[in-house]
């Protein structure tokens, strides 16, 4: 039994055919991983259509939001429906199935969508009648997303009598051809690179000594190759759109770090320092802002960039004399668009990290200056309190004397009357003048015990 259907087969099926000892021994293993067929099957899920020449080939790369796979979907379903075959699953996002006269591939990608429709059979010119021609005009506009790729392939056989340059020109509009040997040279690919009246550009390939199998796999190269292409350079227009913006926001750095400088030794003007950490603030949230717009777009072109590479190493090229290759001619404006997207990507990051030193340069000033506004706060509140602590003595001396003198009125009062009810061995003026320290003395010595009980409170507290 093949091994594709092996592994699509029921278990009961697959374990019928072994012996009794090792189905047992199948049954004794661990469980398996819930994700174990799901990723042993992908090898198999999106194979190659083979192709045997004379064969033609229509593709289609539709760009659409992820949102719009249950539309596309219907359409596969409208498409199988109208040629009169069984409708696929809908939880599919991959399908190559033969409707009769012509065989569908289509797959949903993240971003993307491809439509390859395939016929084998004789044509006289190639590109005069592509298989797109088969399908329903009303069918093509219910397609959803935006054309970004559309490309005719013609597959000739090698028993065909050999193409001159004159007619491969003509058949290219006398554009100037590019080409090269794949598979070893067991193949020919021509093109110009060029959208042509119908808004599809055209690959004509010669057939030598390839498979089926060899030959699917060439044209499907060949389709992803200009599709990864086309996507890789999405990112070129949205790069050179941002030079000139990047170009104000670096100027406008620059001036606020040139007026930052000029601040450099003014902590005195912190309401200026406030304004231009809000402008660097303003800033950063710009540059994140197109960073954000940007960058899932540059790391797919980089992606692409790698699969056009990938595709064209595969196709193991052999050059012709007199042609340019389709690897030289598509990096001819490939890699320096790629070098600019990733020059106005590190000029991005770049001005990120210099509004971010200069964000924390700027901080760095304003806490100094405001740590050197609060020093002079702290030493002028030492100085406050100081004087409060003198002004306190002062009035502790002042209220020393003020209750000792209330308090020897007091005693004088008493000896008076003392000296007048009982008599007295001393003078009544003599007795009040030594009362004067002994009291004076006794107010000093309680009022320092109860500074003394309030400062331990407070120290406790």
Not at 64 to 81: F, H, W
Not at 98 to 108: M, P, Q, V
Not at 153 to 172: C, H, P
């Amino acid at each position: 039994m093949p091994l594709l259907a092996l592994t699509l087969a029921p278990e009961s099926a697959r374990l019928s055919n072994h012996p009794p000892a090792r189905i047992e021994m199948i049954k004794q293993l661990p469980p398996l991983h819930p994700q174990r067929r799901l990723v042993h099957d992908e090898i198999h899920a999106r194979f190659y259509h083979a192709l045997t020449p004379p064969a033609q080939a229509s593709w289609l790369a539709l760009l659409s939001p992820r949102e719009s796979i249950a539309q596309e979907r219907e359409c596969v379903a409208a498409l199988c429906r109208h040629f009169g075959d069984a409708q696929p699953l809908p939880e599919e996002n991959f399908l190559s199935r033969d409707l009769g006269t012509i065989h569908l591939r289509w797959e949903r990608h993240n971003e993307f969508s491809t439509w390859g429709f395939f016929t084998e059979g004789p044509f006289e010119i190639p590109f005069q009648q592509p298989p797109i021609e088969r399908l329903p005009a009303d069918w093509l506009a219910t397609l959803p997303g935006e054309t970004i790729a559309a490309i005719h392939v013609a597959l000739e056989g090698g028993i065909t009598e050999e193409r001159s340059k004159d007619e491969l020109s003509r058949l290219f509009a006398r554009r100037t051809l590019v080409g090269n040997g794949v598979a070893g040279g067991n193949a020919q690919v021509w093109t110009d690179f060029h959208l042509h009246e119908d808004g599809f550009t055209y690959f004509l390939v010669r057939d030598q000594e390839l498979t089926p199998r060899q030959a699917g796999r060439t044209v499907q190269r060949i389709l992803d190759m200009e599709t990864y292409r086309l996507l890789a350079l999405l990112a070129w227009p949205l790069a050179r759109e941002m030079m000139t913006e990047l170009g104000q926001l670096e100027e406008r750095l620059n001036i606020l770090s040139d007026e930052m400088a000029a601040l450099s030794s003014q902590f005195n003007e912190p309401e200026r320092q406030q304004q231009l950490l809000s402008s660097l603030s303003a800033l950063a949230a710009e540059v994140e802002r197109i960073g954000n717009r940007t960058s899932t777009r540059f790391h797919a072109s980089r992606a692409y960039a790698a699969l056009v590479d990938k595709r064209f190493e595969q196709m193991r090229p052999v050059r012709i004399p007199g042609l340019q290759t389709l690897c030289g001619y598509i990096n001819r404006r490939l890699d320096p668009a790629m070098r600019t997207c990733e020059s106005v990507n590190e000029r991005l990051e770049s001005l990120a990290t210099r509004i971010s030193r200069t964000s924390d340069l700027l901080r760095t000033r304003v806490d100094v200056a405001l740590e050197s506004q609060n020093r002079d706060l702290l030493r002028s509140m030492n100085r406050r309190a100081h004087l409060q602590l003198r002004l306190q003595e002062t009035v502790e001396g002042l209220s020393v004397v003020v209750i000792s003198y209330y308090l020897v009125g007091l005693v004088g009062y008493l000896l008076k009357g003392l000296d007048e009810g009982i008599g007295l061995p001393l003078p009544v003026n003599i007795a009040i003048g030594i009362s004067v320290p002994v009291v004076a003395g006794g107010v000093w010595l309680i009022l320092k015990a109860m500074k003394a009980r309030l400062a331990r409170r407070a120290t406790e507290e």
